[in-house]
C-alpha cells in the first residue's frame, strides 16, 4: 500500500543518515589520531635542535669576554629565557602525545601540598607582579599525601598561571584543606570567569573559550591537570560566573588506592 511504501522509504532514509553519522565519526576519530600523532612527533623533532640552541647559548655565555659582557649579556639573557619558554611549549605538547597513548606513570612520595603551592607561588612571583593579581593563600599548615612532586607542581602551576592571566588584575586566594582521607586545593580568581557554555568544554585538549582569543595559549593545560589528577585517583572541578571569576578545586586522595 502507499502507506508502506511511505513507511520503507522512511526506514531506508534512517537507515542512511546513521551510515552517514557512523562514517562522519570515525572519519572525525582519524583525524583526530592523527593530529595527535603529527603532534607528537613534531614535538620530538623540534626538541633536538632546541636542546642544541640552548647549550651553544649556554657556552657563549659563559665564554663571553667580560669586556663585551655589559654590551651581550642582556641580549643572551633574553635569548636564554625564549629558548626555555618554547623547551617549556614543547614538553607541554610532548605532555599531551604521552597522555593520549597513555604512558603516563607516576612517582609517589610523601609530599607536602601547603609547602608546594608556597613554592609555586614564589616561583611565580614575577608572573602574579606582572598580572598586578595579589594572591594569598590559606592553609592549616602541612598537608601530607602520597602524590608524584613533579607532576603535581604542574597541576598547580597551571592553575596559579591561569588564574594570574585570567584574573584581571584582583585578589587571587588559594585554600588548601584537609579532611579524611583527601587533600583538596582551591585556586579563586575574581576576574573574567567562564560562560556556562564553555564550561563542559575547557577541560578537553585545545578547547579555549572563545572570549579568550586574544590571551594567547595553547588550550592545554586543564586538559593536562585533569589527567594528572584523574591518574592519581582525584577529580578536579570548577565553578564560574562570567564576570565574577572562576574557582577551580583539585580533590586528591592523600594515599594511592589499593589494587
Ligand atoms: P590556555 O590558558 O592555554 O588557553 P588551559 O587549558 O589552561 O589553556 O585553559 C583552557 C581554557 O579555559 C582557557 O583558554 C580559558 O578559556 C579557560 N580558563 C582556564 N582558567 C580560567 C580562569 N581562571 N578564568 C577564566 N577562564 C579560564
Known amino acids: 500500500s502507499r502507506e508502506d511504501l511511505r513507511m520503507a522509504e522512511e526506514l531506508a532514509r534512517r537507515a542512511a543518515f546513521s551510515v552517514d553519522n557512523a562514517r562522519l565519526y570515525r572519519e572525525a576519530q582519524e583525524a583526530i589520531?592523527?593530529?595527535?600523532?603529527?603532534?607528537?612527533?613534531?614535538?620530538?623533532?623540534?626538541?633536538?635542535?632546541?636542546?642544541s640552541l640552548r647549550?651553544?647559548?649556554?657556552?657563549?655565555?659563559?665564554?663571553?669576554?667580560?669586556?663585551?659582557?655589559?654590551?651581550?649579556?642582556?641580549?643572551?639573557?633574553?635569548?636564554?629565557?625564549?629558548?626555555?619558554?618554547?623547551?617549556?611549549?614543547?614538553?607541554?605538547?610532548?605532555?599531551?602525545g604521552r597522555i593520549v597513548t597513555g604512558r603516563v606513570s607516576l612517582e609517589r612520595?610523601?609530599?607536602?601540598?601547603?609547602?608546594?603551592?608556597?613554592?609555586?607561588?614564589?616561583?611565580?612571583?614575577?608572573?602574579?607582579?606582572?598580572?598586578?593579581?595579589?594572591?594569598?593563600?590559606?592553609?592549616?599548615?602541612?598537608?601530607?599525601?602520597?602524590?608524584?612532586?613533579l607532576r603535581l607542581e604542574q597541576v598547580i602551576v597551571n592553575l596559579l598561571t591561569n588564574a594570574a592571566k585570567y584574573g584581571q588584575g584582583r585578589p587571587v586566594t588559594l585554600t588548601v584543606r584537609e579532611d579524611d582521607g583527601m587533600a583538596r586545593l582551591s585556586?579563586?580568581?575574581?576576574?573574567?570567569?567562564?560562560a556556562a557554555e564553555d564550561l563542559p568544554r575547557i577541560f578537553d585538549r585545545f578547547e579555549r573559550a572563545v572570549s579568550v582569543r586574544h590571551y594567547g595559549g595553547l588550550g592545554l593545560g586543564l586538559y593536562i591537570s585533569r589527567e594528572i589528577v584523574e591518574?592519581?585517583?582525584?577529580?578536579?572541578?570548577?565553578?564560574?560566573?562570567?564576570?565574577?571569576?572562576?574557582?577551580?578545586?583539585?580533590d586528591l586522595p592523600r594515599e594511592a588506592p589499593s589494587v
Not at 233 to 241: I, N, Q
Request: some cysteine.
Open 231 to 250: 591518574s592519581h585517583g582525584g577529580r578536579v572541578s570548577v565553578e564560574s560566573h562570567p564576570g565574577q571569576g572562576s574557582t577551580f578545586t583539585v
Open 55 to 96: 647549550l651553544q647559548l649556554s657556552y657563549l655565555e659563559r665564554h663571553l669576554p667580560s669586556s663585551a659582557r655589559e654590551q651581550l649579556g642582556a641580549k643572551l639573557d633574553v635569548a636564554h629565557r625564549q629558548a626555555r619558554r618554547l623547551s617549556q611549549l614543547i614538553t607541554l605538547l610532548l605532555d599531551v
Open 109 to 149: 612520595s610523601a609530599v607536602d601540598l601547603t609547602r608546594m603551592v608556597r613554592e609555586a607561588m614564589e616561583r611565580l612571583r614575577d608572573v602574579f607582579e606582572q598580572s598586578g593579581c595579589p594572591v594569598t593563600l590559606n592553609a592549616p599548615g602541612p598537608v601530607v599525601g602520597h602524590w608524584d612532586a
Open 187 to 194: 585556586v579563586r580568581d575574581e576576574g573574567i570567569g567562564i
Open 33 to 51: 589520531r592523527l593530529r595527535d600523532e603529527f603532534l607528537s612527533i613534531a614535538s620530538h623533532e623540534l626538541k633536538t635542535p632546541l636542546t
